[in-house]
């Protein structure tokens, strides 16, 4: 990478939570907004609820010059946070501390809010939903999803997958990219509800394969550059052919994808989040 491809970077900005993290992104999105600009990329790491991932976020900021936004239930992560990114000189921000302090001293008392009901009800089901689509299984449930990911094999379909269902609620399905035909019932789903996964460089997605492939599928077709991108170059005319939407997933982390994935719903009015 030239010096100038480096001046060129994004800057991140990392949002840590507990939770999903969703009212930290927006309020930093809405302050990023302020200042006009468009080079920043938000970078989410919902459900941090160990010390060891609170320490690798802490590590990844200092590797990027990122900063950090975070808000935390718990008070010993809150000041954990607080004491390393000092620590490293890195620009963080509590969204959480002070109005949490303010309340407990408040109302006397600590927060305690576990999911409702309602929350639990919610998270089985979209859970419960991939389980039964994962991998193209039960392709006449498809037209029940809020949205479905296709793409070639090792493109973070099912991790992007669990984000989704887990963190966000929704109903997503995930049909694999395979010398088979299409199952009929993709077809039929309202085209801004399909994500089509690629990336940008088949040799970048055959090192990944490498890597990832420890489920026996390894082989010199699995992992031929000339056949992975012919799989990539099929999914993008696929995506253009049905108007699907296409996301190169290279260097981006599950928590992102969703995120992104969300976004582009919620731009055309295809999600009720």
């Known amino acids: 990478m030239t010096s100038a491809a480096k001046g060129k970077r994004k800057k991140v900005v990392i949002v840590a939570s507990d939770g999903s993290g969703k009212s930290g992104l927006q309020l930093s999105r809405s302050i990023l907004e302020l200042f006009g600009v468009s080079d920043v990329v938000l970078r989410p790491h919902p459900k941090v609820t160990r010390v060891e991932r609170i320490q690798q976020i802490v590590r990844e900021a200092h590797s990027l010059g990122a900063s950090v936004v ?49 929350e639990s009800d919610r998270r089985f089901h979209a859970r419960d939903f991939l389980d039964k689509h994962e991998d193209g299984q039960n392709p006449e449930g498809l037209p029940d999803a809020d949205a479905i990911i296709v793409g070639p094999s090792r493109t973070m379909k099912t991790p992007t997958c669990r984000e989704l269902a887990s963190v966000h609620f929704m109903l997503v ?49 699995y992992l031929d550059v000339n056949l992975i991108a012919q799989e990539l170059n099929r999914a993008r005319r696929l995506a253009e052919k049905n108007g699907w939407t296409i996301i190169d997933v290279a260097g981006q982390a599950p928590e992102e994808l969703a995120t992104e994935i969300i976004e582009i719903l919620q731009s055309r009015n295809g999600c009720s989040e």
């Open 70 to 118: 975070y808000t935390f239930r718990s008070r010993s992560h809150r000041d954990l946070m607080n004491d390393m990114t000092m620590e490293h000189g890195i620009a963080a921000v509590d969204l959480s501390g002070p109005i949490i302090d303010m309340f407990s001293k408040w109302l006397h008392a600590e927060p305690t809010h576990k999911p409702s009901h309602e």
């Open 173 to 221: 399905a995930n049909v694999p990219l395979t010398t088979t035909e299409l199952p009929l019932q993709l077809f039929l789903v309202p085209k801004h509800k399909v994500f089509v996964f690629v990336m940008s460089s088949a040799e970048r997605l055959a090192r990944y394969r490498t890597k990832r492939g420890q489920n026996g599928r390894l082989g010199s077709q």
